[in-house]
């Protein structure tokens, strides 16, 4: 299973929208509404920030949205703050595994 | 607390086996799929492998079938990762994640990390 591909860095000033993208197949992406978004700070372990799409657990900003539309995800951060400044990966679900995406680094300027 | 913490890593040659541990505490274990996912040193997310909640199903990525065995003990709050025939690759921080459903492998989403226990393959 090939990893979901990202854009390798993504800024924005503070207070801007920035959105990562997240491109898979019909075999993941595509085929399942079970798309996960994870936030990881250097040093820290992944914190889930969506899930099945565009649902945030309890306790996330809703400055962090979720969408997709076709074989791909997107990730939408609004009203960046540099606390927002992380690594962001984007998983699927599959009928017989989870892929993750190749990670995208985002920069607060 | 919701905690996972992990125990087990070191430095294996190349061949031999590891046992990696995963405590969980502060939610109900058996409830809940688990999962473990590592990270090569400067690399991205790599999901390792996945037990339901009774142990009843159980998955594997490719790049370790057949060399690696999940299992978790509910009495215990326990998962395992029991890893044989290690090779370079595996090299990596080896994380043990808690799913938000009850299957391995329906929706998948990760929502309780514990902080990795690293594992160095190397002679």
């Known amino acids: 299973q090939s990893a979901l591909t990202q854009p390798a860095s993504v800024s924005g000033s503070p207070g801007q929208s920035i959105t990562i993208s997240c491109t898979g197949t019909s075999s993941d992406v595509g085929g399942y509404n079970y798309v996960s978004w994870y936030q990881q700070h250097p040093g820290k372990a992944p914190k889930l920030m969506i899930y099945?799409?565009?649902k945030r657990p309890s306790g996330v900003s809703n400055r962090f949205s979720g969408s997709k539309s076709g074989n791909t995800a997107s990730l939408t951060i609004s009203g960046l703050q540099a606390e927002d400044e992380a690594d962001y990966y984007c998983s699927s679900y599959t009928s017989s595994s989870t892929v993750f995406g190749t990670g995208t680094k985002v920069t607060v300027l | 607390e919701v905690q996972l913490v992990e125990s087990g890593g070191g430095l294996v040659q190349p061949g031999r086996s590891l046992r990696l541990s995963c405590a969980a505490s502060g939610f109900t274990f058996d409830d809940y799929a688990m999962h473990w996912v590592r990270q090569a040193p400067g690399k991205g997310l790599e999901w390792v492998s996945g037990?339901?909640?009774?142990?009843?199903?159980?998955g594997y990525a490719d790049s370790v079938k057949g060399r690696f065995t999940i299992s978790r003990d509910n009495a215990k709050n326990s998962l395992y990762l029991q890893m044989n025939s290690l090779r370079a690759e595996d090299t990596a921080l080896y994380y043990c994640?808690?799913?938000?459903?009850?299957?391995?492998?329906?929706?998948?989403?990760?929502?309780?990390w514990g902080q990795g226990t690293m594992v160095t393959v190397s002679s």
């Open positions: 037990i339901s909640w009774n142990s009843g199903s159980t």
């Open positions: 994640a808690k799913d938000t459903g009850y299957n391995w492998n329906y929706g998948n989403a990760f929502d309780i």
């Open positions: 099945d799409v565009s």
